[in-house]
């Protein structure tokens, strides 16, 4: 199975061969913005191994991001504002809830802010996210603020 991206950032995943509109259309290996924009999609669908694969994903990539290494950063920023929305329209999505603390905890699109950062994972936690639990104790950890961790 191969995943493949037109020009227009359109992806179609088969076992058979990518077939393009126009003939001239050229056919490119996904990038890691690709591949962490597919992973945002999935968390905003609200499927949480989405959240845990792309958790890794950041925890393994952070200074790539960081520098904007393949448009990586300008994804997340493309991003936000639906992310926000998705998370604070419907509090059943808890993974773009998690996703929305990670945005916050590592100044990723957003300015750095602890505070809505634990705010976002604590709404998490009250509807009983394991996950959110972790991120919330890795940030105290960070922070060393060791007793709450």
Do not use: W
């Not at 890691?32 to 945002?40: G, Y």
């Not at 999935?42 to 925890?59: P, Q």
């Amino acid at each position: 199975m191969r995943t493949q991206f037109n020009s227009s950032s359109t992806f179609s995943v088969s076992s058979a061969s990518y077939s393009s509109s126009s003939e001239d259309e050229e056919i490119r290996e996904p990038t890691q913005a690709d591949h962490l924009a597919l992973m945002i999609n999935g968390v905003l669908l609200g499927r949480t191994e989405r959240l845990i694969d792309l958790l890794f994903y950041l925890e393994s990539n952070m200074s790539d991001i960081q520098s904007n290494k393949e448009n990586q950063l300008n994804c997340i920023k493309e991003k936000k504002e639906e992310i926000f929305a998705v998370a604070n329209q419907s509090s059943n999505n808890i993974a773009a809830l998690v996703l929305c603390g990670l945005l916050h905890a590592f100044g990723l699109g957003v300015k750095y802010n602890g505070e809505l950062a634990k705010e976002y994972y604590q709404q998490a936690i009250q509807k009983n996210d394991l996950i959110a639990r972790v991120c919330l104790g890795s940030f105290y950890y960070k922070n060393q603020r060791y007793t709450l961790a």
